[in-house]
């Protein structure tokens, strides 16, 4: 299963290649599927490509909601003691 988690677009090189942050990490990404993106886009990056661009608005609720999961799966992990 992948999970598509949005990313911004931070830099544009040549040859349609660039760099997006996901949550503060950098990777790089080839932006070649998508027409006129631009530093400051959110996509959805799959296999190293940007497969789909986001408004900032469904870049926000996608990451809110990925937060949301990440805490509720902290708080039912089981604790050492209860194994």
Known sequence: MCLGI???VIEIE???LGKADYLGTRVRVN???LENIQVGDWVIIHAGFAIARLDEGEAEETLSLL???AKAEQTELPSKNNE
């Open 6 to 8: 949005p990313a911004k």
């Open 14 to 16: 040549e040859s349609n």
């Open 31 to 33: 932006l070649s599927l």
């Open 67 to 69: 937060r949301e999961i």
